[in-house]
């Protein structure tokens, strides 16, 4: 019962500790701002397990992180190929991704606003299979979208902000959701062997989707059908047989 779960942990972390360290274009950089720009590449990801969810957090505002996007793609990039990953595995994923207020009261431990509304998002509004993002981030990627300022950590910033909004789309209900079969994934990340686990998502929804309707189990027979349709407008963009 627990493997799922340790799965899921160990999975999205190592996604994360290898997107973390995407590079940029260090032209971008002038030449005396490296050193500062290589002492502030990390974010300092935290876990906060309880029974089968994960409340993954990082501080977007502090004196030392000055590339707050460069975490947040990391986050949603890990949570696309975690997803993928575990679907393949008949683990079948839903979440949702916020900025807000909150605070660390103890070790890997948030309490705040952001919890409430980030858990809402997941349990009222994702309805299937599928990672939400809500009003939060989208209000902060515009704000470094439409920022002119010629500072350099806010052009980098704003360099990771137009491939954040790459990764997201908008669902059938107005949802803004990870496209983690879209555009942007298929020219930038399709060469990670993790998408060659696309067909055997398919088969896995597949499978699950026939097991709900001999159960007669309408809802989640419906929910499969959504998460179905959506690789089946997708297939196209990877070229792989389902």
Known sequence: IYKPVYELRR?????????????????MIP????????????NDIKFQPFSDCIVIYLSLRDDENKLPLRG???????????FIT??????????????GLGIEIDDNEIYGPVLSS?????????????IIVGDGLQAYLKTFSTDTSEDIF????????????GLL????DGIPFIDYLGDFFKNNLKDYAIWNLIPNCYNEIVKASDNFKELKDTHKAFRCTLLRNYFEARRSNWD???
């Open 240 to 242: 792989v047989s389902f």
């Open 169 to 172: 789309a908008i669902d059938d």
């Open 86 to 99: 575990c679907l393949s595995r008949s683990h079948f994923l839903r979440g949702a991704i916020d900025i």
């Open 31 to 42: 030449p005396e701002k490296r050193d500062d720009y290589k002492k502030l590449m990390n």
């Open 72 to 82: 947040v793609y990391s986050v949603i990039t890990s949570a696309a190929i975690t």
């Open 154 to 165: 806010i052009k980098i910033n704003k360099s990771f902000t137009d491939k954040v909004m």
């Open 11 to 27: 999975i999205f972390k190592q996604c994360f500790e290898a997107f973390s360290k995407s590079s940029i274009d260090e032209n």
């Open 118 to 130: 980030t858990y809402n998002l997941e349990s009222k509004i994702a309805n299937y299979s599928r």
